[in-house]
């Protein structure tokens, strides 16, 4: 069984749909409660729908509590549930979007992952993929801390790794880079869409089906492989030379 973070919208809905028709029961978490009703009506047998924001501490775990017993043992984490606010310069940054990145991104990853942790390694089986960004490995102007947010998911991706020497349980992030058909701009845009749509005018971009395809590749791998990182960019971006002022 899977349980799969920000399953309302872009890569998190993409992967649940991909795992579900993989056979997988999912458990798809969000904070609008009426798109993860959509999905338990297509799959009322397979999806079980969890509303609330990860960020949350208490309502995480009053979720995960909430859960009947047949739904309590989670073999597949997917850490999707994330957002950028703003292009601003750090010194002209939004403080209070700062914050909400950081809750979200950071302390609503590590939480799920501390709360579902301990019955996986109980039963000595389970796989944690997180969702980070090319903007952890490759720094852009207003990416601050953004940028700094998935640099956390990758290293602690690493580090639940080198914590769980010994067990079965694999952990592997997933790294997108420019990515189309998501919320993601309009999000970090506040809502501006004709800004959010000219990030991908004229460009063809990796798709929230194509990364499903790859996170439901990463699950077919046999026990003993671990795929520590995999960074994913469509092939029209690439690396900007390097800036001198």
Known sequence: MALVTGATAGFGQAISRAL????????GTGRRADRLEALRAQWPEAFWPLAFDVADRAAAQGALTSLPA????????????????????ADQASLDDWDRMIDTNIRGLATLTRLLLPQMVRRNRGYVINIGSIAGNWPYPGGNVYGATKAFVKQFSQNLRADLAGTAIRVSNVEPGLCGGTEFSNVRFKGDDERAASVYAGVQAISPEDIARIVLWLVQQPPHVNVNRIEVMPVAQSFAPLSVA
Not at 76 to 89: P, Q, T
Request: no cysteine; net charge negative.
């Open 70 to 89: 047949a739904w309590q043992d989670v073999d597949l984490l997917v850490n999707n549930a994330g957002l950028a606010l703003g292009l601003e310069r």
């Open 20 to 27: 579900l028709q993989a056979g997988w029961r999912v458990i």
